[in-house]
C-alpha cells in the first residue's frame, strides 16, 4: 500500500469538496426532511471553523437565491447544554426574515424534522455592532427593545445525534423562530432576573430566568458581535438577536401550542398544526 504521505494542497482541496458535499446535503434536507449522518461521521478531520464554512456556504445559497438575512441566534449559552455537548462556549446560527413567525400563529409542523422550542428573549437592534473589543455596556446600548420569542430548533442531522461540529454545521440546529408583537416592558438591568415559564398546551414544562443565559443576556450579544467582528461581519441596525434559552428544549408535535410566558410583562403563544 502506497504511504506517501498527503499533501496539505491536496488535503485542503479534500477538505473543500466534503465541505461544500456536506453543505448541499443539508440544504437537500431541508426540502425532503430526510435527515442525514453526523457530520463528524462524514469527516472526522473536521474542525469548527470547517462547520462555520459549512453553515456560511448555506447562508451564502440563501441569499443569492433571492432570501433576506433577519438576524442571529446564539446557541449552548447554559452550562448543562455545554456540559452535555462537552464545550465551554456558545455557538451561532442565522435566520432569514421568512423563517420569523408571530404570536399567535399557526405553524405547520411538518416543516420540520423534528421541533423543540425554547423560550428566549428577541433583541431588536438600533445601532451596529462591530467587534473584536465591543463590552457589555457597548452591546446593552445597541439594544432597542425587548420581545418575548421562542426558537424552533430543528435537527437536519439524523436523530438528534449532534456534537458540536454538527450543530454548528446545521446552523446551530436553527428551524425557525416566534416573535411577539408587543415589546415586554423591561429594561436592559432587568433581564438576568426576569423569569420566563415554557408552557405546551397550557401546561408549565419548564421555568427558568436570564440567568440562565451564560448569567446576563447580554453577553451572548457581545460574545457574537466580537466572533463575528474578527470574520469582518458586523451586526447590523434593524437585525434581531436571540441570546439563548431560558430552558432546555421541550419537543412539540402536531396540534399542540407553546408558551412563552413573562409573567406581568407578557407571553407569547404559537400553534402546530
Known amino acids: 500500500m502506497d504511504k506517501t504521505p498527503i499533501s496539505p494542497h491536496l488535503q485542503s482541496a479534500i477538505l473543500e469538496v466534503t465541505i461544500e458535499d456536506i453543505a448541499e446535503e443539508l440544504l437537500e434536507a431541508y426540502e425532503t426532511k430526510v435527515p442525514v449522518v453526523p457530520v463528524r461521521h462524514r469527516a472526522p478531520e473536521m474542525t469548527i471553523t470547517d462547520a462555520y464554512r459549512i453553515q456560511n456556504s448555506q447562508l451564502k445559497h440563501h441569499l443569492e437565491s433571492g432570501r433576506a438575512l433577519a ?17 465551554s462556549s456558545p455557538d451561532f446560527g442565522f435566520f ?18 423534528s421541533p423543540k422550542v425554547e423560550p428566549e428573549f428577541a433583541f431588536l437592534l438600533k445601532a451596529p455592532l462591530q467587534g473584536p473589543g465591543v ?7 445597541a439594544i432597542d427593545e425587548i420581545y418575548p420569542a421562542m426558537e424552533i430548533i430543528d435537527s437536519r442531522i439524523a436523530n438528534w445525534d449532534i456534537k458540536l461540529v454538527d450543530t454548528i454545521a446545521d446552523n446551530a440546529s ?8 408587543t415589546p415586554l416592558d423591561l429594561s436592559v438591568s432587568d433581564l438576568e432576573n426576569t ?23 447580554i453577553a451572548p450579544l457581545a460574545w457574537l458581535a466580537n466572533v463575528l467582528g474578527e470574520q ?3 451586526l447590523k441596525t ?26 406581568d410583562l407578557g407571553s407569547l403563544t404559537i400553534h402546530f398544526t
Not at 463590552?135 to 446600548?141: I, P, S, V
Not at 436553527?174 to 408583537?181: E, K, L, S, V
Open 71 to 87: 438576524g442571529w441566534k446564539i446557541g449552548l449559552t447554559s452550562k448543562a447544554m455545554q456540559k452535555q455537548l462537552g464545550v
Open 96 to 113: 432569514l426574515k421568512d423563517m420569523i413567525y408571530y404570536h399567535g400563529d399557526r405553524i405547520n409542523a411538518s416543516h420540520f424534522i
Open 135 to 141: 463590552t457589555l455596556e457597548e452591546a446593552a446600548q
Open 174 to 181: 436553527c428551524g425557525a423562530i416566534a416573535i411577539g408583537q
Open 195 to 217: 423569569t420566563c415559564k415554557l408552557l405546551i398546551d397550557g401546561h408549565v414544562v419548564e421555568e427558568g430566568t436570564g440567568k440562565a443565559v451564560m448569567g446576563n443576556p
Open 232 to 234: 469582518g461581519v458586523g
Open 238 to 263: 434593524g437585525q434581531l438577536l436571540l441570546p439563548g434559552s431560558f430552558t432546555k428544549a421541550m419537543p412539540v408535535v402536531y396540534n399542540s401550542s407553546a408558551t412563552a410566558d413573562f409573567g
